[in-house]
C-alpha cells in the first residue's frame, strides 16, 4: 500500500476506535475494506473522516495524555497486521511523559503450531537497531568519559588504520554521520580485529570523507572496533557492563544463546533454505564476526528496549550520559538525515511527516523499530520478525506507518517548540556542581 494511502487508513482507523462513535462503524467500513484496510486513493485523512462521520478533534479527556480510543485502536490494528500476515506475532511499548501507556504483544513467536504467544518479554533480533542500542550507546558513554572525540580521525584510536590520504581523514564524526566515504556494505569476513580493520582498509571508497551522506553499515562495523579499542574490551562487554547491567537491561545481548536467555524466550527470525535462524544473528557481517557487531547482532525485549528508550528520554530508571551529550548526539544535521548514529525526522520522510523535527530512532531490517520524541515526550518501540517466513515480505512497512501515526493521532495537543514541555531530569548537573566546588582554591582564613 502507498504510503498516502496507509496515512489514510490510520488516520481514520484511530479516529474509528473512539468507543462514543461505536455507533458510526458502518459509515466508516465503507471506506475501509478489510486487513489494514484499502482507502480510496483520492480521499486524504480529512476526507476519511470526514466520509465515515468522524471528528477530526476527539473532545474526550485524555488518558495518560492519550485520546480515549487510543488504546483500544492500537488493539484492534496489530490484530488485523497479525491476521493480515505482516509477521507471525509482535510487541510494541509506547511512552509518554515518564509513563508506560501501553505495552502488549500480539500473535505468537511463529507460525508452527504451539509456538509461544509474543509478549513483551519476548526477546527478537533487533538488526540495524543495534545501530543505536549498542553501538551509538556506546560511543555516548566513552564521549561522557572523555575518552573518546568524535573528531579526531580513526587512526588515532586504530593503529592498523592508514593515517594518509583520503582514509587518513575519516573522523569519529564521520562514521557516526554516514559521511566517511565508506562504501554502503561489503563482505568483511571473519576473524579479530586486527583483521577487519586491514580488510575494511582495503575497500574502496565511495566518496571523499565528509562530502557525502549515504548510511551504510560498514560505518557502524568499523565504529564498533573503535569503541572496543577505546575501552579496552569487546563491544558486548562493554555495553553489558556499562549500560544494559545498569539500567536492569536483563532481557538484551549479543548472542543471547550464551548470555543465557533460553531459546523459547527468542522469537525465530527467517526460515532459509539451510533452516531456522533461531538464536543467531540474521545480518550476515554480524555473524562473520561472531554475532558481535556495531552494525547488527543484539538481541533484546520489547521492554528492555523501552528502558532504554526511558533512561535517554527521563534518565529513569537511570541516566546513560548527561543530558548535554544526549542532546548532542540526537540534534538534526541542517542538511541530512542522520544525528550522530541516530536516524533524525527530517523532512521529506515518512518519519519528519509523524514526529516534530526533534525526533530521533532507527529502524531494522528484520521489522524492528526504535523512535523517541523529545519534544513531545513520547517514545516507540516496535520489534517483529517480519521477514519469518520470507524476507519478501514488505507489509511491515504499512503496519510502521499506521501505528506512529495512530501514536501521533492520539497524543493530546501538546504544543511546539523546544524544549519539551517535560523538562527532562539532568542526573549529571549535581556531579557537575560537585567537581566545579572541588575546583575551587582552598580557602584561606584571614588571622
Known amino acids: 500500500m502507498p504510503f498516502r494511502l496507509a496515512r489514510a487508513c490510520a488516520g481514520v482507523l484511530v479516529l474509528a476506535g473512539a468507543p462514543h462513535l ?24 480529512e476526507d476519511a473522516a470526514a466520509a465515515a462521520g468522524v471528528p477530526l478533534l476527539d473532545p474526550a479527556p485524555l488518558v495518560d495524555g492519550f485520546a480515549p480510543w487510543f488504546v483500544g485502536s492500537v488493539d484492534r490494528l496489530m490484530d488485523e497486521a497479525i491476521t493480515d500476515g505482516v509477521a507471525p506475532g509482535a510487541a510494541v511499548v509506547v ?14 513467536t511463529d507460525s508452527a503450531a504451539g509456538a509461544p504467544a509474543a509478549t513483551v518479554a519476548t526477546v527478537w533480533d533487533l538488526a540495524s537497531v543495534t545501530k543505536v542500542a549498542a553501538t551509538t550507546v556506546g560511543a555516548m558513554v566513552l564521549v561522557q568519559d572523555g575518552a573518546l572525540d568524535l573528531d579526531a580521525p ?4 586504530l593503529p592498523g588504520w592508514p593515517a594518509d590520504g583520503d582514509r587518513g581523514r575519516i573522523t569519529v564524526r564521520d562514521l557516526l554521520g554516514h559521511t566517511s566515504g565508506l562504501a554502503v556494505g561489503a563482505p568483511v569476513g571473519r576473524g579479530g580485529r586486527a583483521e577487519l580493520i586491514a580488510r575494511l582498509a582495503r575497500v574502496p571508497l565511495r566518496a571523499a570523507p565528509g562530502t557525502d551522506e549515504e548510511y551504510g553499515d560498514l560505518d557502524m562495523v568499523l565504529l564498533g572496533a573503535v ?3 577505546v575501552a579496552g574490551e569487546p563491544l558486548d562487554q562493554l555495553l553489558a557492563r556499562r549500560v544494559y547491567a545498569r539500567l536492569g537491561m536483563t532481557e538484551t545481548a549479543f548472542r543471547p544463546l550464551d548470555a543465557g536467555i533460553a531459546l523459547e524466550r527468542v522469537a525465530p527470525t527467517e526460515r532459509i533454505p539451510s533452516g531456522l535462524i533461531h538464536g543467531v544473528v540474521h545480518d550476515p557481517i554480524a555473524r562473520d564476526l561472531g554475532g558481535v557487531s556495531g552494525n547488527a547482532g543484539l538481541f533484546a525485549s520489547a521492554r528492555d528496549l523501552a528502558t532504554l528508550a526511558s533512561a535517554l528520554l527521563w534518565e529513569v530508571p537511570d541516566r546513560v550520559a548527561c543530558r548535554a551529550v544526549v542532546r548532542d548526539f540526537t540534534q538534526p544535521s541542517l542538511t541530512g538525515r542522520y544525528a550522530l548514529g541516530w536516524e533524525s525526522a527530517a523532512a521529506g520522510t515518512m518519519w519528519g511527516e509523524l514526529f516534530s523535527r526533534f525526533a530521533f530512532g532507527h529502524v531494522g531490517y528484520t521489522g524492528t523499530s526504535l523512535w523517541i520524541d523529545p519534544e513531545r515526550d513520547v517514545f516507540v518501540v516496535l520489534l517483529s520478525n517480519r521477514v519469518n517466513p520470507s524476507a519478501r515480505n514488505q507489509k511491515h512497512l504499512e503496519l510502521r506507518w499506521a501505528l506512529h501515526a495512530a501514536v501521533q493521532r492520539g497524543l493530546g495537543d501538546l504544543g511546539e517548540g523546544w524544549p519539551p514541555l517535560a523538562t527532562p531530569r539532568d542526573g549529571c548537573l549535581g556531579d557537575q556542581i560537585a567537581a566545579a566546588i572541588r575546583r575551587l582554591p582552598p580557602v584561606r582564613w584571614l588571622r
Open 154 to 157: 580513526v587512526a588515532r584510536y
Open 22 to 45: 461505536a455507533g458510526q462503524q458502518s459509515a466508516a467500513t465503507d471506506v475501509l475494506d478489510g486487513g489494514l484496510g484499502v482507502v480510496r486513493a483520492h480521499l486524504s485523512v
Open 227 to 229: 569503541l572496543e579499542a
Open 95 to 108: 511512552g509518554h511523559r515518564g509513563r508506560v501507556v501501553l505495552a502488549k504483544g500480539w500473535g505468537r
